[in-house]
């Protein structure tokens, strides 16, 4: 009831915070940064505790809001443990909203780490199947991620140099400065690669299948839904807008490993009969693109990267949900034994019909709007290779396709299976609010892309200044 | 000359003092209970904490044999606090054991030894104060005494300790051979990289590893660690440690600046071996203290790590690490001994189900091994951070490199232990409730209290780098 509260406070402090940042916008306040707060914190380092948000960080933290109060919302049984479940889900949640707030790189170090180690927990004790296993891999991959963006901004702090201290972490700070080409080149891998394996990067993706389905419910939504995202948004706000010139140079070697992600997660998710595999090896296709986007370099592409994040965060949160309810009735997740639910389930069957759609890009629902902004932005590229990149991931959709309607049709339609599923119930309150928020986000994005567009594309318009610069 | 003397000197006249008044109550006719006189000896330790931070004051004694600044005093305070924290987690050991007096005074006297070393401004001062802390300290491994593996440690301690003397000694007299002084302050103008001064530096650090238990001078640690008692195990790798640390760094800092050429890639290599072998090792422990042994090891390397920086940042890192370390790992081991002496189980795999009957102590174990491992918000995040930072500030990104990775090797055994807490059943029987008596309740509420505080507030290691510069 606690976290519940605590939750729905966050969501509302969130919308708050949208409508804040719109008034600010619309009264003509073009600062990158808005609702800056700057403290010093460890003196003799320059450490500043130094916040702010601009459209990606907003639409960051409503995500998160979304997908927190959605995983309280659908493990309200919780009857293990159940305090230190939700004090390790809200503690994740704080991880995940200071990360999108910080302007200064040791913070978001800082809080980058500070979200693995609940992870780990959450797994290990409420998760099912493999859970050890899985955790542990999880906490040590993520782990190798941490240490590879901290060497690379270990390596960028001493390339820097500011009046009256040695060396800045601020990124805005550090985003004015010119930072050799040299260094950039040497520390835009680690970076990029340490937050590529919280993002699923090609071929660090394999925490990814394990951790999502050996998680509970809420776990994994907030896995998929926002873990991921530190990855993409570490991604783009401290490799790319950072080390602009590197981005260029290592832009192909991004959309390559994106495109095989893409094409990989998709044929990969056609051979599992697990519903929770289905849907983490399409999450690790979905996030190809929010990496190809962000390595095409291009406004559109990027605003599109962002969305597809948003998008994938409600889309997988929702899918997970569905899967968790489907589980916690039949107590099976394997494709084989399911059939039949819409008849006796229709509320969950719906939702699991809908985050399907949603997934392989209906018209009118989120995904749709996102991955379309990413191919269109994608296109911009003339390079004969970045269209080839492009055709490739559109194609992929039909895998996707082939594999979102296979596992709908077989868990849903057709004769019901087992009789012992004639006795289910269908979703409780909390269950049907919680997918009526993650759908309320999807359609919202889906049906008026403007607001999410006219959100992010200025915050995107200001990176692909600093890659101009680059350039110049 | 006299009031100067008990105004620098203060911190080792209130030790003495307390040895004192304990040889006293030793010979008294008065017969005391155990419970009555570690009351006295607590209240006496607290004061004792309390009182270092009076009266701040810097200078010399005795021809420099002596000196004190606003950093040794700190550092005192650091090793005061440390030796507080472990005699309040001890109470449930020591309550049962029949020679409390004999235990606290030599206990405190290898404390005035390290105090001594850490003041000393001439190598022979600083000798003398090594072997104060060296000796009785081998005594008080021995203090299971009903144990063999207890005496086997003692032995293990006393040669390996007496031989790394005599490679100080050996390094001393060469210094002294080289240069004809023995004084702190007149050394440097005389090193001029000769090759016999740099064989003699070799010697000192080499000294200097044994105590700091670096690789490839590590091979008593496991063995020790593990025979003596579970509080003497703590005094050992915290107390006993960061003394030789803030020593080794203020030497290496002032008297071997001029080789600093030198020493740097020593220190590098060592650093780099140690956090290597550590963690490897720890991989595959399953006797909790013999863990955590090679985890200090592994810390031992990070801390190098910083010093390799040689900057002004690289002394704070240091000095702060050992004070996050103090809390973290007194932490541990305040649980261990509690399990230790309660319930007579020292394997990591006992700790399966922990956290089902005794979550209390499940979160501080837990909370300290985060902060050992470097999770934030834990204090050993700054620690394992700033001392990174300041080994990066001479451009080595490899060595930085390898120590990010081991932190992830680290984590690995660390979490295991966490796992068996937290996740795990055990099969038989798991541990059953603890009381925990008030003493080293206290004592584990302060560390969890500093490993959260003392990296979220910034201001104690400003101060420590504001007085830290040299």
Not at chain 1, 69 to 76: D, K, N, Q
């Amino acid at each position: 009831m606690v976290a519940f509260a605590g939750a729905a406070v966050q969501l509302l402090l969130a919308l708050f915070l949208l409508l804040a940042y719109w008034q600010q916008r619309s009264s003509g306040n073009m600062a990158a940064m808005l609702f800056q707060e700057d403290y010093t914190w460890y003196y003799s380092f320059n450490i500043h505790y130094h916040i702010g948000v601009d459209g990606i960080a907003v639409s960051m933290i409503l995500l998160t809001a979304f997908v927190v109060l959605a995983g309280v919302l659908v493990s309200w049984d919780t009857d293990n443990m159940s305090k230190e479940f939700f004090f390790l889900l809200l503690f994740l949640s704080a991880g995940a909203y200071g990360f999108f707030i910080s302007l200064d790189v040791f913070m978001l170090f800082f809080f980058l780490e500070l979200a693995v180690i609940p992870k780990f927990l959450l797994i290990g004790i409420w998760g099912s199947g493999k859970k050890e296993y899985s955790a542990m891999k999880l906490a040590l991959m993520l782990m190798a991620g941490s240490a590879l963006v901290f060497t690379g901004l270990v390596g960028l702090y001493f390339n820097t140099t500011v009046t009256n201290a040695a060396h800045s972490f601020d990124i805005l700070q550090i985003a004015k400065m010119d930072i050799p080409l040299k260094v950039q080149l040497l520390f835009f891998p680690f970076v990029f690669i340490g937050f590529g394996i919280f993002g699923a990067l090609f071929p660090f993706h394999t925490w990814v299948p394990d951790g999502h389905s050996a998680a509970p419910t809420a776990a994994s939504m907030f896995l998929a839904g926002i873990s991921m995202k530190l990855g993409g948004y570490g991604c783009l706000r401290v490799a790319t807008y950072l080390m602009p010139d590197a981005a260029h140079v290592y832009a192909p070697y991004i959309i390559a490993l994106a495109t095989i992600a893409i094409i990989y997660g998709a044929f990969a998710t056609m051979m599992q009969k697990d519903l929770k595999y289905i849907n983490a090896y399409s999450s690790v296709s979905h996030c190809g693109f929010v990496l190809l986007g962000i390595g095409m370099l291009t406004k559109t592409s990027i605003t599109g990267a962002v969305m597809q994040m948003v998008s994938h965060g409600l889309m997988t949160a929702l899918f997970f949900a569905a899967i968790g309810m489907l589980y916690s009735r039949t107590h099976t997740r394997m494709l084989d034994k399911l059939g039949g639910l819409l008849k006796i389930m229709p509320f969950i069957s719906s939702v699991f019909v809908l985050a399907g759609l949603c997934s392989l890009g209906l018209p009118g629902l989120s995904g749709f709007v996102a991955e379309m902004t990413v191919f269109m932005g994608a296109w911009q590229n003339p390079d004969g290779l970045y269209r080839l990149a492009t055709i490739l991931a559109c194609a992929s959709i039909v895998v996707t396709a082939v594999y979102i309607l296979r596992a709908v049709a077989q868990t849903v339609m057709g004769p019901v299976t087992d009789s012992h599923y004639n006795n289910l119930s269908d979703a409780k309150w909390n269950e049907r609010l919680a997918a009526f928020l993650l759908l309320l986000g999807i359609v919202a994005i889906g049906v008026a892309p403007f607001w999410l567009n006219r959100l992010v594309t200025p915050a995107a318009e200001i990176i692909i200044q600093q890659l101009g610069r680059a350039v110049n | 000359m006299i009031a100067q003397f008990f105004l620098l000197a203060r911190q080792e006249l209130a030790l003495t003092l307390i040895i004192f008044v304990l040889l006293f109550i030793k010979v008294g006719s008065k017969e005391w209970t155990n419970a009555a006189l570690l009351n006295l000896v607590n209240a006496l330790l607290l004061l004792n904490f309390l009182f270092g931070f009076l009266l701040n004051d810097e200078g010399v004694l005795f021809n420099e044999m002596f000196r004190t600044g606003k950093l040794v005093v700190l550092e005192k305070n650091i090793l005061n606090l440390a030796t507080l924290l472990v005699s309040l987690i001890g109470w449930d050991w020591l309550k049962q054991h029949k020679h409390v007096v004999e235990f606290y005074v030599l206990l405190l006297s290898t404390l005035l030894g390290m105090f001594f070393m850490i003041s000393a401004g001439n190598l022979l001062m600083f000798y003398l104060g090594l072997e104060l802390s060296g000796i009785p300290l081998a005594a008080i491994v021995n203090f299971d005494l009903e144990k063999r593996h207890s005496s086997e440690a003692a032995m293990k301690f006393i040669i390996s300790s007496a031989f790394s003397s005599g490679l100080l000694l050996f390094g001393i007299s060469m210094v002294y051979g080289t240069t004809g002084t023995l004084v702190f302050s007149e050394l440097p103008p005389l090193l001029t990289g000769s090759a016999l001064q740099l064989f003699a530096m070799v010697l000192l650090m080499a000294g200097f590893a044994f105590k700091i238990s670096v690789v490839p001078f590590h091979l008593w640690t496991a063995d020790v660690y593990e025979g003596s008692p579970v509080i003497v195990t703590a005094y050992l790798s915290v107390v006993s440690k960061g003394a030789a640390v803030f020593v080794f760094v203020s030497v290496l800092y002032t008297v071997l600046r001029p080789l600093a050429e030198a020493w740097y890639s020593i220190v590098f290599l060592l650093s780099v071996l140690t956090m290597c072998v550590g963690n490897l090792f720890a991989l595959r422990q399953t006797n909790f203290k013999r863990l955590l042994a090679f985890s200090s090891i592994a810390q031992a390397g990070f801390i190098l790590v910083g010093i390799s920086g040689s900057s002004p940042a690289g002394m704070a890192s240091a000095v702060y690490f050992i004070l996050v370390y103090v809390f973290s790992n007194l932490g541990a081991f305040g649980v261990i001994a509690i399990v230790s002496a309660l319930a007579g189980r020292e394997n990591s795999t006992d700790y399966k189900g922990f956290y089902k009957t005794n979550p209390f102590l499940a979160w501080v174990l837990a909370l300290a091994l985060f902060s050992l491992a470097g999770i934030p918000p834990a204090a050993g995040f700054f620690g394992k951070f700033f001392l990174l930072i300041a080994g990066a500030g001479k451009g080595n990104y490899i060595l930085i490199t390898i120590a990010a990775l081991n932190m992830i090797v680290s984590l690995y055994y660390y979490l295991k232990i966490v796992k068996y807490m937290f996740i795990d059943r055990h099969e038989q029987e798991p541990i059953a409730k603890l009381p925990v008596h008030l003493y080293p309740k206290i004592a584990l509420v302060v560390c969890i209290a500093g490993i959260i505080v003392l990296g979220l507030i910034s201001h104690v290691y400003e101060y420590i780098f504001s007085v830290s510069i040299l």
